[in-house]
């Protein structure tokens, strides 16, 4: 099956920086999403974004199908953007590891 | 619309016991699915249904069975629970026929099995 890679697997940030995070695919995809998962365990849809660039808010996405990855882009972060980033992949929805990410005030 | 809904919230199970976690959704979507998140581990596919009659295996399916009678619901078999089965299982829906549109997920299903 396809394989999906993030990273980094940890980032910690302080108040007010700027994120990049990325999600590798090994094969063609015709359906990806960005999650995350706040401390309480809720996972929140970001964006459905297969292709193209998409922005709402602090945070926006980008995945380039040809080159087989997508990166979320977190800006002047705050601390309730803590929690776990998941991508996934396709129509089974296969998900990465997820990075986790940690915004200290 | 209530969206996503799993029941029950939490369960604890001996081993050999069974139990159906059950899930439903009410914006007629298509596809569901079943996931186990293991603690600090992602979420791995048990089965998914494009479709009421039709279910399909994910990576994860040994010790489990579903069945996808009608849209809405898509509840999920443990038949003998063993220890390895403890995990958080999230239920998810998706109506892969309308763009744009993303998956869905319930607030999840915490098990312990001991």
Not at chain 1, 49 to 58: A, D, F, L, M, Y
Not at chain 2, 88 to 97: E, H, K, T
Request: with cysteine; charged share 15%; proline share 5%.
């Amino acid at each position: 099956g396809i394989q999906v890679e993030q990273s980094p697997p940890d980032l910690i940030l302080q108040e007010g920086a700027n994120s990049t995070l990325r999600c590798n695919f090994s094969d063609s995809v015709n359906n990806l999403q960005w999650f995350h998962q706040n401390p309480w365990g809720q996972l929140i849809n970001l964006f459905y974004i297969p292709s193209g660039t998409k922005q709402n808010g602090r945070l926006s996405a980008t995945t380039v199908a040809t080159e087989r990855y997508s990166l979320l882009y977190i800006s002047s972060s705050q601390t309730t953007d803590s929690g776990v980033y998941f991508c996934a992949v396709r129509d089974k929805l296969s998900f990465g590891a997820g990075t986790t990410v940690t915004v200290r005030a | 619309n209530a969206g996503v809904t799993q029941t029950p919230k939490f369960r604890i199970l001996k081993i050999g016991q069974s139990m159906t976690l059950q899930c439903t959704q009410d914006m007629n979507h298509n596809y569901m699915y079943w996931y186990r998140q293991d603690p600090g581990m992602g979420l791995k596919l048990i089965y998914y249904s494009v479709g009421a009659g039709i279910t399909d295996k994910g990576e994860v399916p040994n010790g489990y069975n579903v069945s996808r009678s009608t849209t809405e619901d898509f509840p999920l078999r443990l038949e003998l629970a063993a220890p390895s089965q403890t995990s958080v299982y999230f239920c998810a829906s998706y109506p892969r026929r309308v763009q744009n549109s993303p998956l869905h997920f319930g607030n999840g299903t915490r098990l312990t099995v001991t």
